[in-house]
Structure formats: structure tokens, C-alpha cells
């Protein structure tokens, strides 16, 4: 085959992706509304599951970020979403065994050429109550304001494609929306379980259900019952285990339907003592998305703050058109003691260096 010839086949390809990305955009912004995600759930706790909130074994308190592009290999607008969180425990000398958990989570999301950008912001709440001294259970909630909004005239529809290319300014289209900002708000409810029967082993599992209120979203006809969001199911399970005094791993599983969409990511990931006090940790794990990618990850932890990269290395049909380059995360977060609230409480219920 000429190097044309490839170039030409490489164009057709892009061009094919473009259109199967562009008309999964439109359906999902049509028909049934899909979550924002990260291939770091782990690190994104407030998203995951509201119950996660103040639910924190290591530490007090806790804020981060989060960073993930999408497609920027293939696209020439890609998918950014970055967070903006955090949480804390808070009236623990107001319960006997137990406390509250107090935060929130700011998420912005521009997704492609046409500019469909998501804002939300929601505050949760979440109460943790000790069960004997090897156990926790913990509920939780959270409300929050949700926007949407695109920008009609950068998109192209499917009545402007003259066989070649689409062309927005010549072609005109028969598809209008009645709006193109939506705004409604939104509630999350979930329960979480922990259990700690030694100083060198964690485990605990969680679920949640999103958009418990089906809220309205659409840029067409608002009042359609297709124009509700489904419901979002998360289920989650995670181990944190000492293997001795310079290695513990962390295996984890992540489940999440909604509609007829669904997730599963396994994997688990691993902390390396560099300094006899663990203030410092080099940070390595492997997760698999099935039948959509594999996710390695590096980090590096120092005095509480943890740095962490992952890259999701296609493994679908897609990497035919992405060349096996999907996306990029970066999280970084804070944890730490204090001593407001919650008396001479400075130690951990999971293992630590």
C-alpha cells in the first residue's frame, strides 16, 4: 500500500470516528442523559458515592483535584472535565462513636467541537457510626445545581453531510433546539460498609443511586419522559491490606449502570514506604475496563499529599481509530489531621506506613 493510500485510509478513519462520536453526542443528548466519569473512581470519592463524604480511615480531612482529557489524539476539541473537592469529619465529640461528614464537589465539562459544557455543584452530608470496634456504617446524601449548555451553531447534523464533509455555513439544517441551556437540580443518596478486624487489613464496600429525583434534561422537547435523567447505580468494593512495613495494596471494583449503559472496572494499585515515617510513598497500579481499556497508573505521595497519573490505553474496536490512545487523568489531594472537633483523635482505621 502507497503512503497515500495510508494517509487516506488514517483520514477515513478519524473521519469515521468523528461521525460515530458526533452521533453518540446527539443521542446522548437527545434521548437519555450519560455521567460524567473517571477511570480514577478511587480518587474521586464525592462522585462516586455521597456516604463517601467525612468517610475518610487515614485522615480528618481531605481536598483535591481532578483533571481528565479525553480523545485529544483524534479530536480537534477534546474531552476535558476537571473536580474540585472536598470533605471532613466534623462533630465527633458530639457523638458518642460516631461523627458527621461535611463537603462538596464542583465539576465542569466541555465536551467537543460544539461545545457542550456541564457545570454542577452539590454539598453533601453523610453520618458514620461505629459498630463495636471493628466496624463502620455510614449513610449519606447530597443535593446540588446542575447546568447545561451547547452552542447550535458549531454543531453539524446529519442533513449536512454532502457525502464528503459536513459543511454547517452552506448546508442549512432542519434540526432546531428549543433550548440550549438547562438547568435543574439534582440529589444522590448511598451507604457504605467498612470492616477492620486488624491494623493490617481494611475492606469495605459501598453502593449509591444518582439522580434519585429524574430530573429534566434536554435540549429538545423538555417535557418528554425521555427528556428525564435514568437513574445511576454505583457499586463499589475495596481492600486495603499491609504486607509488611514498605508495601500495601490496595485492590478495588467499580460497577455502575445507568440506562443501557454499563461499567465495570477491576484492578488495584499498590503504595512503596521510601522513608522509615511513610512521609514519603511511590505509588504504581494496573486497572482493566472491560472490553474498553486498560488503565496504568504512577504516583508519588509526600507528607499526606498524593500526586497520581493514569492513561487509558484503548483496548476496544476504537483503538483502530485512536491508535490506542484514549485518556488522561491527574489527581492531586491533600489529607490531614486536626485537632478542632474531635479531641486527641490522630490515629488510622486502615493500614498506614
Known amino acids: 500500500m502507497s503512503k497515500y493510500a495510508n494517509v487516506q485510509t488514517g483520514k477515513m ?4 470516528f468523528i461521525i460515530l462520536v458526533a452521533g453518540s453526542l446527539w443521542f446522548t ?3 437519555h442523559a450519560q455521567d460524567l466519569h473517571f477511570s480514577q473512581f478511587f480518587n474521586s470519592p464525592l462522585t462516586t458515592n455521597p456516604a463517601n463524604t467525612g468517610f475518610i480511615p487515614d485522615a480528618d480531612y481531605r481536598i483535591g483535584a481532578h483533571y481528565r482529557n479525553q480523545y485529544s489524539s483524534i479530536m480537534a476539541v477534546p474531552y476535558k472535565t476537571i473536580s474540585i473537592y472536598g470533605d471532613a469529619q466534623v462533630f465527633r465529640d458530639k457523638f458518642e462513636s460516631g461523627w458527621l461528614g461535611l463537603g462538596g464537589v464542583i465539576l465542569r465539562d466541555v ?8 457545570t454542577k455543584a452539590y454539598a453533601s452530608v453523610a453520618y458514620h457510626q461505629m459498630l ?3 466496624s463502620l456504617l455510614t449513610a449519606g446524601f447530597n443535593i446540588g445545581w446542575a447546568n447545561k449548555r451547547i452552542d447550535q451553531s458549531k454543531l453539524t447534523f446529519p442533513d449536512q453531510f454532502d457525502g464528503k464533509f459536513f459543511d454547517n455555513s452552506k448546508v442549512p439544517t432542519s434540526v432546531v433546539l428549543n433550548n440550549n441551556n438547562v438547568s435543574y437540580f439534582d440529589m444522590q443518596a448511598g451507604m457504605n460498609y467498612a470492616y477492620f478486624p486488624t491494623e493490617n487489613i481494611y475492606i469495605n464496600a459501598g453502593y449509591s ?4 429525583n429524574r430530573p429534566l434534561e434536554s435540549f429538545l422537547d423538555a417535557s418528554a419522559d425521555t427528556a428525564r435523567i435514568d437513574m445511576r447505580h454505583i457499586g463499589f468494593l475495596n481492600a486495603i491490606v499491609k504486607l509488611n512495613d514498605n508495601i500495601i495494596i490496595n485492590p478495588n471494583a467499580y460497577f455502575t ?3 443501557r449503559a454499563q461499567e465495570l472496572v477491576v484492578g488495584m494499585n499498590a503504595a512503596y514506604n521510601l522513608s522509615g515515617d511513610g512521609e514519603k510513598q511511590l505509588l504504581a497500579g494496573l486497572y482493566y475496563r472491560l472490553g474498553d481499556a486498560a488503565v496504568p497508573m504512577i504516583g508519588f505521595e509526600l507528607k499526606n499529599v498524593r500526586f497520581t497519573f493514569s492513561y487509558d490505553v484503548t483496548t476496544s474496536s476504537l483503538n483502530k481509530f485512536n491508535g490506542y490512545r484514549g485518556a488522561s487523568e491527574f489527581n492531586v489531594m491533600k489529607r490531614g489531621f486536626y485537632n478542632e472537633y474531635n479531641g486527641n483523635r ?8
Request: aromatic content about 4%.
Open 346 to 353: 490522630r490515629q488510622s482505621l486502615c493500614p498506614t506506613f
Open 257 to 259: 449502570t445507568q440506562s
Open 111 to 118: 465536551a467537543g467541537s460544539g461545545s457542550l459544557t456541564s
Open 209 to 212: 443511586i444518582h439522580h434519585v
Open 13 to 16: 478513519r478519524k473521519l469515521k
Open 29 to 31: 443528548a437527545s434521548i
Open 132 to 134: 463495636g470496634n471493628s
